[in-house]
């Protein structure tokens, strides 16, 4: 079932979403470093992680589904936004450099025409950054933010996925350590929590963040020939002026 946008919204304005998309942000804008002179792309409830950008991007666009419902973004200026069926985009062969999926995967009808939709659009050698919800999180378990929707993933059905969809994962991290409760001492210790469990690499973080580049063949698996000595010749050489009795 599709987010609404108006929970969506509600989310990143409180302190425990602003919190969530510093912490996440930090993931996408490190892997994502230098996109000078490029095109990003975001798909689902991508803009508190799309703002970095805009400085130094060639062009930022933001779709999100239609089942969700679409916000004006930027505030202000010419829109960059539009509402479009994730596995249909407006948008020809090849045209994007970078594509950043958040609150897309996890809700998405048919995750794997997401992921082709977007392995079509993006140039060849062209990158992708998935976040999504981790199957064994803690925040998972409760619907009370958006990273509680949806299916959640674990780490081999998330490398199952890009490998169906002709991607290969380059970086694999997870976020979100903080337990998300509003609580005042949960918002004052979510900086600790999250230094510990990156620093250790604690179980329960709340997403993972997969980093994949867009493979341009299909890999061809090898296929095992029966051995000659099994086979049984159907026609034989026969002398000549003798009929098959």
């Known amino acids: 079932m599709a987010l609404d946008i108006v929970d969506l919204r509600s989310f990143y304005g409180s302190p425990l979403g602003r919190i969530a998309a510093r912490f996440v942000g930090q993931q996408v804008s490190a892997r994502f470093e230098n996109c000078v002179g490029l095109s990003v792309m975001g798909v689902g409830y991508a803009t508190p992680y799309l703002e ?6 060639l062009r930022v ?3 999100m589904p239609a089942a969700q419902g679409v916000v004006n973004w930027p505030a202000s ?4 936004s539009a ?7 407006p948008l020809p062969d090849s045209c994007i450099d970078r594509a950043i999926v958040v609150h897309a995967l996890e809700t998405a009808e048919h995750p794997r025409e ?3 939709e977007i392995w079509r659009i993006l140039t060849p050698g062209g990158r992708l950054i998935v976040v999504a919800p981790r ?8 619907d009370t933010t958006p990273f509680g929707n949806g299916q959640p993933y674990s780490l081999s059905q998330m490398r199952e996925l890009m490998r169906e969809a002709l991607f290969s994962p380059t970086y694999w991290a997870e976020a979100l350590y903080a337990p998300p409760f509003e609580g005042p001492i949960f918002l004052r210790s979510a900086r600790l929590f999250e ?5 250790l690499a604690l179980p329960g973080a709340g997403v993972l963040i997969v980093e994949a580049m867009k493979q341009l063949y299909r890999p061809v698996g090898v296929r095992r020939v029966p051995a000659l000595q099994h086979l049984q010749p159907v026609l034989g050489p026969r002398p000549a002026g003798l009929t098959p009795s």
């Open 195 to 199: 230094k510990i469990g990156e620093k």
């Open 77 to 80: 200026g010419l829109s960059s």
């Open 83 to 89: 509402l479009a069926e994730p596995t249909m985009m």
């Open 114 to 116: 997401l992921l082709a």
């Open 135 to 142: 199957r064994a999180g803690l925040w998972a378990r409760f």
């Open 61 to 63: 666009l933001a779709f």
């Open 52 to 57: 970095r950008f805009r400085g130094e991007a």
